[in-house]
DNA sequence: CTGAAAGCGCTAACAA
DNA sequence: TTGTTAGCGCTTTCAG
């Protein structure tokens, strides 16, 4: 069915153009009657305003998105702003424009560039949520002047966000499990390394990962949870401090981007060989390790098709008036040894499109 | 400083706005030498054309994009379907239109089709193509008439269609070689069924996959290839001639979509717990043999963002001049029992964004 | 209170 | 080869 106009609902209310723009506008100087008839058409006929006519007629008002992401860790953010810019990028003719404003990391900069953000005239805002406890109060100011908040690569969870892209920490850990299950022999002993547990996302991504684990592999089971609070020297102390105190170790789940560590501390005590890794993410200095062997598989968020999806989402709402799902969460990319070379963090080398490498 | 509209640049040349169209469009039909002065002065001026103007007087002449591509095997072309009318769905306001006109199946009505579509007023045709001899110059009539042919779930090597989007059979091959050679024991005896060894895709999965295992498995090797010619019945007997003939497999790689009868064998044969199956994309008929771990891994190609992706490139072309690359590869996503209820295919529930579960 | 008409920047059909 | 013109759907102004 067409798409109906001002016009043709003049044309069914017999009356003007005008008279049904002060009607959908409730701009006054309007009888209470032909407004009624006129709203009653246009809901029954499924009216929505043009956009192109309407931005075209309000002369030059390109939609201005926000982004609001960390600058980077370990390429994971590099990539999701990527998603984002190029994504934009493509409906620039559409008069969409992203507004690219990063801070330093969590929790430093990162409240004052929301909170600017806040000031400017966006239509919505893409935002990386940390743990600050004073993010769900931003979004709902920003909810309220009606800007769309769209977390990406987090949540925040009890906010009014218009809605999350994320990579769903259960299911993370679960297909981790499943996959170091089939690695490894009956009654495995598995360690986890993971970043911090008070942080929602590492926990979810461990207990599913227990869970599963001893579901899936035959007489396995995690021996130890260790966190590294994101610190390199940290995991590489308690990881060394590890292998010297337990002597048989099968399988390692890394549930944080920072894996480095971990494999140097199994180099330095001659058991690269020996503990299979399950990892997440990827970046350049992982591969001599895939290719050795120690890192069998890692767990991909897809960051730069979180980026785009973000914006597709943003896109489609603003134009189409689609609603926003509730939470859009991506189906992971298992990373090995033999797909490596199609991750974008990995080949820079632009001979292959690389809008769909993710 | 104030945007630059195509009236400016006509009073600047002293020319009308419809020369500077055609200048700026190369449209034809134009002196060298106004185009050059038109070219000039919009460069200098910057000019943008205005998106909202191009939106809507392109609403109603609609570009239109064929669409040919047979009615559904296992549901893969459904998948394909739906990528790619979702994804002009998008754009609908930007005045694109796919012509949906699917044919029976493969060496039936294609042909016929595409004649069809060529004669249409298209500016680009998607194709799904077959192993028809006759394509390539059917390819090379199209792109004479300035329709781009975008190839999807497939490519006619040494045709001059603008671009290919298909997963990487020889990709496929490795990552389900390499999956394989990690479930499987050392020395592990494994068998592959696949379609038709004529066609190249099944081929090249063939021989990628048995070099790559023989690579990563430890003394492991292919025993037997089986082609089914893509007929279930065919599948099913010869796999139970097997079962009878080979008391010893470890292992089955299926590189066509057409599984379930070998499934069906192994059970029939009691074996149905012993020997672990690789497989190729994933349908609803498939869900039990994962959850018995017959199927500990499939690997998926992606329909449904292929057909995005068809889409995607083709958009990028008419409205940006972006050009195709020669050919895009998708990344494969490997499909676990963990993550099975992820996948468009399997769960139809729209509770959770579709756009993105592939 | 309502209608008529101008015009946003662009494209395409037709005239010259 | 170029110019002219009629809209696309909407807002806004000015007359009734």
Redesign the interface.
Known sequence: MKRISIKDIARLANVSRGTVDRALHQRGNISEQTRNLIMRIAAEKNYKP???????VMG?APVSIGVCIPKEIRLFFDQVRDGIMEGAH?F????IKANYSPFERYGQGEHERLKEMLGSKIKALIMAPGVDPSLSALIGEAEEKKIHVVCVAGDVEGSVRS?AVCSDPE?NG??A???MA??VRPGARIVIFTGMLVHPVHSKEVSSFTE?FEQFADGGKVIEVIENHESEEEAFQKCSALLKRVRRIDGMYISTVNCLPVCTALNAAGRAEKVKLVTTDVFPEMVPWFERGTI?ASVYQRPY?QGQ?AI??V??HV??GRPF??????????V????LR??REISHQK???E????
């Open positions: 043009n956009p192109a006519a309407r931005m075209l030059r493509r620039e003719s559409m008069g809605t299911l679960r297909c499990a499943e996959l089939k690695f599963a069998l098709m999806t597709s989402l896109v489609d134009f189409s799902p509730p939470t859009c969460y991506l189906n992971p990319l298992i090995l040894r033999s797909n199609m991750f001979t292959r499109k809008l769909n490498l993710n």
